[in-house]
T-cell receptor, first 117, second 109 residues
Framework: AQKITQTQPGMFVQEKEAVTLDCTYD???????LFWYKQPSSGEMIFLIY????DEQNATEGRYSLNFQKARKSANLVISASQLGDSAMYFC??????????????WGLGTSLAVNP | SQTIHQWPATLVQPVGSPLSLECTVE??????LYWYRQAAGRGLQLLFY??????ISSEVPQNLSASRPQDRQFILSSKKLLLSDSGFYLC????????FGSGTRLTVV
């Protein structure tokens, strides 16, 4: 069965430094998509970055990049030059395509990131 | 552009009272819609999804139900709330990616 594992319940990083949030996944599908979302204390879920299973290049969106290692089934999020506003929960998710073609998201349990000044 | 609206933002309800949370989407037609629940400090649990009017799929047996009376409206309901229904409820719409509403924080007392 599809599964997302985030092994870091909490992470700390100094402002302006880079941080890597780990995500491993398990799927037997050849076609899948991987997402990272940020959830600040307000609760809204903010889309950060997407990686398709057939994408050869690692996805990048501003200060966010996704270190995609398909053979290892990992999709780690790298945040460069951390800012205080990056303090939040971060969730990794995988898009599942079931027989009914309803593409549900499988979620990890999240990593709480605290950026220290 | 597509937007998703969810209300209310916060709700405190007594045990045994009914519940109705509403989610509407603008700027698209026939969207796939989802209701998620997030317990404190936990990940998201998919409750219901809908691929069209009147079409509801339930992921987890529970005290809640969902309805989709209109193409861009998705409602989460309960006849009698339990303490365990407390949590943060998020509605989402699937386009290219997934866009979430701002959430409803429900506290059952």
């Amino acid at each position: 069965a599809q599964k997302i594992t985030q092994t870091q319940p909490g992470m700390f990083v100094q402002e302006k430094e880079a941080v890597t949030l780990d995500c491993t996944y398990d799927t037997s599908d050849q076609s899948y998509g991987l997402f990272w979302y940020k959830q600040p204390s307000s609760g809204e879920m903010i889309f950060l970055i997407y990686q398709g299973s057939y994408d050869e290049q690692n996805a990048t969106e501003g200060r966010y990049s996704l270190n995609f290692q398909k053979a290892r089934k990992s999709a780690n999020l790298v945040i460069s030059a951390s800012q205080l506003g990056d303090s939040a929960m971060y969730f990794c998710a995988m898009r599942e395509v079931n027989a009914g073609n309803n593409r549900k998201l499988i979620w990890g349990l999240g990593t709480s990131l605290a950026v220290n000044p | 552009s597509q937007t998703i609206h969810q209300w209310p933002a916060t709700l405190v309800q007594p045990v045994g009272s009914p519940l109705s949370l509403e989610c509407t989407v603008e700027g698209t037609s026939n969207p796939n819609l989802y209701w998620y629940r997030q317990a404190a400090g936990r990940g998201l649990q998919l409750l219901f999804y809908s691929v069209g009017i009147g079409q509801i799929s339930s992921e987890v047996p529970q005290n809640l139900s969902a309805s989709r009376p209109q193409d861009r409206q998705f409602i989460l309901s309960s006849k009698k709330l339990l303490l365990s229904d407390s949590g943060f409820y998020l509605c989402a719409w699937r386009g290219w990616g997934y866009t979430f509403g701002s959430g409803t924080r429900l506290t059952v007392v």
